[in-house]
């Protein structure tokens, strides 16, 4: 018997997360790639890509090719939870991604997993406490809703993002957002303390993504460059708001 060695390596890995708590999703979900590259999810959860075209010296050979940042292209994915507790999404990586030990607390690193929010689908359960926004986002014609709208709750004081969520094919979101104390400090005149907050919903929609699965982050990052729409309320502790956007 001779007894061969099989070095094997990964170009990257993705850890899906919960959009509200930050924990990690260990659902079976379904990861769709384009054409050609591969991918397993491990034992700890992970969705680990093993490999793409023209990258088989990175992921095969004995004495891996030199880096270069200049070669990483774009992929892009899309995730669905069968059990419908979150939305389908799109989302953006990088490949392959840095193999340096040197590098590896940055960014692009290998050995730092690419984080992935999930939002909650209007079906999910909220925990007790949380203030929780029930939310049809409406399109500017009469009778119809803005599926794959991100909804953005940000405290009227400072401007905080305090949670976001996304709107379903229907049109139909639930923000949910923790962390409102029972009783706070009041600001300006009147009662020293208040059980509520003044918030902002913001509606960030692209027309020009409609038809697809939204990317939540691309429509974070480009919010300035597109259509914002705002509402104020006030929520509490513990309180399900049901509201037309």
Partial sequence: MT???????????IR?????????????????????????RNLQGLFVVTGAPGQHDATATIDAPEYDPDAAEPV????????????????RISL?????????????????PVEV?????????????????RATVAGDAPGTTLPGALVRAVKAA?????????????????????GIPVTTWATGGGAVVTSTMDVLLQVVWDPAAA????????LEARRADLAV?????????????????
């Fill in 76 to 91: 892009e994915f899309d995730v669905a939870d069968p059990a419908g507790r979150y939305l389908s999404r799109r989302h």
């Fill in 16 to 40: 899906f997360v919960d959009a509200v708590t930050g924990l990690r999703v260990l659902d079976r979900l379904r990861v769709g790639f384009p054409d050609g590259i591969r991918g397993t």
């Fill in 96 to 112: 392959p991604r840095d193999p340096r030990p040197a590098n590896a607390a940055h960014a692009d690193s290998l050995f730092l």
């Fill in 229 to 245: 729409r705002t509402t104020a309320v006030t929520l509490a502790s513990g309180q399900v708001l049901v509201r037309t956007l």
């Fill in 158 to 178: 400072d401007g905080t993002l305090l949670s976001s969520g996304l709107a379903d094919a229907r049109g139909e979101a639930l923000v949910a957002v923790p």
């Fill in 3 to 13: 007894a061969e060695a099989a070095d094997r390596r990964v170009l990257g890995a």
């Fill in 211 to 218: 038809g697809r699965l939204p990317d939540p982050d691309d």
């Fill in 117 to 133: 929010r999930l939002f909650p689908s209007p079906a999910a359960r909220p925990a007790p406490g949380w203030a929780v926004i």
